[in-house]
Every structure is written in structure tokens, then in C-alpha cells.
């Protein structure tokens, strides 16, 4: 697009409300594409082909979002590029309602219709004239004889006001090269428009697999529909300059489910972020909630785990008992690899997981949230606490063995962890110790591992209807 010379676009601004005005509206759209990403952001690229006189005109793009960043907006012409520029933009969203038409009347005259009983038993329109004199907290109107606030009847208007739209429309002030059809591109970014990830994964009986399936929940909320449109969705944190003032937020409504069986997407990198792209047209209604389908694995390998996790402060002071009956985490997790039947890159959203009971019926077992995973990283979910097998702490001993230097001090701490197990079978649980500082532990009832700088982890295995002690002495220097 080739920008018009200073002087041509000063000259341009105060007519522009005075040229002729094109409409076009979704009727003459030749493809729609959407980028959605993560934090309420979508980028659309709307094509339509629009026949345009020579010269100056005002074109009303109409049906665009409702929050639309008019500075972001960028108009096109694909047919014809040269000699074709743009002087002004201007976004109107004061949209017609019965309320705003009656505001934009006050200080006008309005018609007024009331029904009227004759003599005879008819009934009959009668008709008067009245003076809008305020809107705010019921309509006062004027009559020729009297002042009425609360009338009964119908309002009728002349006409509706230049500066009331119907639907949010894009007014461009441009230079067309030639009169003929031409083909425009006008692309924005918007909110309203965001999507999320949900996966849905089913536990096998023996809990050694699952099956997952991954479902890109879309809401529409700006105010705006997107009819047959290519739609694609960014995954990563792509940074942002943050208005000062935010756009308002319509209200949502559950527009509908996802068609069975949905395709799924197909993913691809874009930067230092993954492009995932529906593989056939989608509609997005205003006011609209989508789902469709992002990916389906079966039989991946999962690993169970229980944890108890202790606290980096036990180290550092005399406690005691330290608690009885405490909860004991269970973690299920999973390799994304392609040799799990898996490989490829996940939106951060929430992992629902089910599992069948003896009669074969699904039951929700926990959830938990991931983040961006890419491929060949491990999924780690949380689904809550064991119910039958819990834990009792307790410090043993704790000393000090003097101070180092000025700053650094040297403690011998002793701890007693029981673990019960109610289950008819045995189980391990992973105890996961933060030790914070130096530390050494010269006593152990069970090996540990060192999980990194300050944790060390114990692996114990608890008999059927039983328990098992853990007993170490770490020392620390901190």
C-alpha cells in the first residue's frame, strides 16, 4: 500500500465524512483466516472483494470484531496495490440499540403512538409530537400541552443518526486506483477470541497405560462472527505491550459441542513457538463456545507414584513430633516420546483423568494443569491423596554441633518417617527430603538418592495391611 503525499492526506481529513460511503459486509468475503493465541489475542485476516468507484471514497468495512485495535489495523488492496492508499480509519462502536437511539434523540422531536378508545368501543393509533428532553433514569418527553415521564405507547424515530452503526464497522478513507471490483485484505489484531487445551485421559485397569485425548476449547466474545474460517492457534508466551485501559468484556454464552468424530490438527514450529492449523474450515458464532479435536493416543506407558514430601525447615531447629496422619501424594506420569505413541508438542491446559470401576463405569480420579510441554519432555500430574496409605513424622534428635567460621553453623538432626499401607497389596513410597544448605547424612535405614543440590529421596516399599519406618541422621551446614 503506497501512503498518499502530506499534503493530499491534510487536505483528505476534513472531507472524509463528507465522501461517498461503500459498504461491504460479510456477503462479499472471499476467505477468513484466524490466529488465536494464548492470552486473548487473535490475529484476523479478512479478504472480500469489493467494488470501488475511482478517486476518494469512505469504505464502511462492516462485521469486524466489537474489540478490535483499530491501531493495528492494516488495509490491503491485492489486485490493484499501486496508487492505492489510505488516509484515515475510524473505528465506530457505538452500536444501535433502542436505548442509544432514544439517548442520541434528546433535545429532537420523536413521534408518539399510544392506543385510544373511542365512544363507539374502537380502538384507534393516536399520534403526537413530543420533545425528548432526557434519557438518564426514564425518558422525559414534552408534548405541546403537557410533560410526561412515564407514557404509554411507542416511539417513533425520523431516521436513525449518522454515527449509530447497526453492527461495529471500520470506516477507511482511501484512494482507489480505478473504478472496478477489487480484491482487499484487511487483517487486525482483536480480543475476545481465546482458546485453551483440555485432555481427557482414561487409566487403565492395571494403571501401567491410559488413553489420551486432547480437545482445543475456542470463545468467541468479540462481538463478531468468524463464518468458514481457516483457523489456526498459536502455543507459547509471545510477549505483549499492555494497554493502559482494557476493552470491555461481553457476556459468554455455550454456543455448542464439538461434530464427531472432529479431525485433528496439525502442528507445526513458528518461531520459538508451535502453529497448530484445523485442516478444514470452522465457524465461530458470536457468543460461542467451540470445541475441537487436538490430538488421540492409546496405551501410553504411565508411571504411578506416591510421595511424601517433607519441608527444608525440619533441619533447622527442634520439633518433635512433626505430624501424624500425614496426606501422601499420588502422581501418575507419562514420557511424551513418539515410541509412548505420543511426540507432539502440548498446549499447557488441564488434564482430566478417568478410571473404570468394577462395573465398567468411568470415574473422575483428579486433574491437574501442565504447561507448554514439548516433545521428549515427561508429564507429571498430581490427582490427589491416597486414602489408604498415610504417613507419621517425628525429629529424633537434633543438635548442634558448633559454629564454623562466623557465619556457618553445623547440625545433627535425626528423623523417624511411618509409613502404613491399608491397601491388600504392597506399595513404594518415594519420601522427597528438601535439605537446605551442606548436607551429609551418615545414617540410613533405606538408601537415598540424590535428587539434586538440597533433596534427598528414599524409596520405601510397604507391605500389604502393614507399615514400614524410614530412620536416617542427616548433618547440615548452613
Known amino acids: 500500500?503506497?501512503?498518499?503525499?502530506?499534503?493530499?492526506?491534510?487536505?483528505?481529513?476534513?472531507?472524509?465524512?463528507?465522501?461517498?460511503?461503500?459498504?461491504?459486509?460479510?456477503?462479499?468475503?472471499?476467505?477468513?483466516?484466524?490466529?488465536?493465541?494464548?492470552?486473548?489475542?487473535?490475529?484476523?485476516?479478512?479478504?472480500?472483494?469489493?467494488?470501488?468507484?475511482?478517486?476518494?471514497?469512505?469504505?464502511?468495512?462492516?462485521?469486524?470484531?466489537?474489540?478490535?485495535?483499530?491501531?493495528?489495523?492494516?488495509?490491503?488492496?491485492?489486485?490493484?496495490?499501486?496508487?492505492?492508499?489510505?488516509?484515515?480509519?475510524?473505528?465506530?462502536?457505538?452500536?444501535?440499540?433502542?436505548?442509544?437511539?432514544?439517548?442520541?434523540?434528546?433535545?429532537?422531536?420523536?413521534?408518539?403512538?399510544?392506543?385510544?378508545?373511542?365512544?363507539?368501543?374502537?380502538?384507534?393509533?393516536?399520534?403526537?409530537?413530543?420533545?425528548?428532553?432526557?434519557?438518564?433514569?426514564?425518558?422525559?418527553?414534552?408534548?405541546?400541552?403537557?410533560?410526561e415521564t412515564s407514557y404509554v405507547g411507542r416511539i417513533v424515530f425520523p431516521k436513525v443518526p449518522e454515527n449509530l452503526r447497526a453492527r461495529p464497522t471500520l470506516v477507511i478513507s482511501l484512494n482507489s486506483p480505478l473504478a472496478a471490483a477489487q480484491k482487499l485484505e484487511l487483517s487486525y489484531l482483536t480480543g475476545g477470541l481465546a482458546w485453551r487445551a483440555d485432555y481427557v485421559a482414561n487409566l487403565a485397569t492395571d494403571e501401567k497405560t491410559m488413553d489420551l485425548n486432547g480437545w482445543v476449547t475456542l470463545t468467541n466474545t468479540s462481538g463478531a462472527a468468524y463464518p468458514n474460517a481457516t483457523l489456526q492457534l498459536v502455543a507459547g508466551d509471545v510477549n505483549r505491550v499492555m494497554p493502559k485501559v482494557a476493552y470491555g468484556r461481553m457476556m459468554m454464552k455455550d454456543g455448542g459441542a464439538a461434530p464427531a468424530p472432529p479431525p485433528q490438527m496439525q502442528e507445526e514450529n513458528l518461531f520459538e513457538y508451535h502453529l497448530y492449523t484445523l485442516d478444514r474450515p470452522t465457524t465461530l458464532k458470536a457468543a460461542q463456545t467451540k470445541q475441537v479435536a487436538l490430538l488421540s493416543a492409546s496405551s501410553i506407558p504411565v508411571r504411578k507414584e506416591y510421595l511424601l514430601r517433607g519441608e527444608s525447615y525440619y533441619y533447622q531447629g527442634s520439633y518433635g513430633e512433626i505430624g501424624a496422619k500425614l496426606k501422601v501424594g499420588v502422581?501418575?506420569?507419562?514420557?511424551?516420546?513418539?515410541?509412548?505413541?505420543?511426540?507432539?508438542?502440548?498446549?499447557?491446559?488441564?488434564?482430566?483423568?478417568?478410571?473404570?470401576?468394577?462395573?465398567?463405569?468411568?470415574?473422575?480420579?483428579?486433574?491437574?494443569?501442565?504447561?507448554?510441554?514439548?516433545?521428549?519432555?515427561?508429564?507429571?500430574?498430581?490427582?490427589?491423596?491416597?486414602?489408604?496409605?498415610?504417613?507419621?513424622?517425628?525429629?529424633?534428635?537434633?543438635?548442634?554441633?558448633?559454629?564454623?567460621?562466623?557465619?556457618?553453623?553445623?547440625?545433627?538432626?535425626?528423623?523417624?518417617?511411618?509409613?502404613?499401607?491399608?491397601?491388600?497389596?504392597?506399595?513404594?513410597?518415594?519420601?522427597?527430603?528438601?535439605?537446605?544448605?551442606?548436607?551429609?547424612?551418615?545414617?540410613?535405614?533405606?538408601?537415598?538418592?540424590?535428587e539434586s543440590a538440597g533433596a534427598a529421596k528414599f524409596k520405601v516399599t510397604v507391605p500389604a495391611e502393614g507399615s514400614m519406618k524410614l530412620t536416617y541422621r542427616v548433618r547440615t551446614k548452613w
Not at 116 to 140: I, M, P, S, W
Not at 365 to 373: R, S, V, W
Request: aromatic share 8%; net charge negative.
Open 1 to 147: 500500500m503506497r501512503m498518499p503525499p502530506l499534503a493530499l492526506l491534510l487536505a483528505a481529513v476534513p472531507l472524509c465524512a463528507q465522501l461517498k460511503e461503500i459498504p461491504t459486509t460479510q456477503k462479499d468475503q472471499q476467505s477468513l483466516a484466524v490466529t488465536i493465541y494464548n492470552e486473548n489475542l487473535a490475529l484476523v485476516k479478512d479478504t472480500r472483494e469489493v467494488r470501488l468507484p475511482k478517486g476518494e471514497v469512505a469504505l464502511a468495512f462492516q462485521e469486524v470484531s466489537a474489540q478490535i485495535r483499530p491501531e493495528t489495523a492494516l488495509l490491503r488492496d491485492i489486485t490493484h496495490p499501486d496508487g492505492f492508499w489510505v488516509a484515515e480509519q475510524n473505528f465506530d462502536f457505538d452500536l444501535l440499540t433502542p436505548q442509544k437511539l432514544l439517548d442520541k434523540y434528546v433535545g429532537e422531536k420523536v413521534g408518539v403512538i399510544t392506543m385510544q378508545r373511542e365512544e363507539n368501543g374502537k380502538t384507534v393509533e393516536k399520534h403526537e409530537e413530543a420533545l425528548v428532553l432526557a434519557t438518564n433514569n426514564g425518558t422525559v418527553l414534552q408534548f405541546p400541552d403537557r410533560i
Open 331 to 450: 502422581f501418575v506420569e507419562f514420557d511424551n516420546r513418539e515410541a509412548n505413541r505420543m511426540g507432539m508438542p502440548l498446549p499447557k491446559g488441564t488434564v482430566r483423568v478417568y478410571k473404570r470401576d468394577s462395573e465398567g463405569r468411568a470415574q473422575f480420579i483428579g486433574e491437574d494443569a501442565i504447561d507448554h510441554t514439548p516433545k521428549n519432555e515427561t508429564v507429571r500430574l498430581k490427582l490427589g491423596d491416597a486414602f489408604d496409605v498415610t504417613a507419621r513424622r517425628k525429629q529424633t534428635d537434633f543438635k548442634s554441633l558448633g559454629a564454623i567460621g562466623k557465619y556457618h553453623y553445623n547440625y545433627e538432626t535425626a528423623f523417624e518417617v511411618e509409613l502404613k499401607n491399608a491397601k491388600k497389596e504392597a506399595v513404594t513410597v518415594s519420601v522427597l527430603e528438601p535439605i537446605y544448605g551442606d548436607w551429609e547424612i551418615i545414617q540410613e535405614s533405606h538408601p537415598h538418592t540424590k
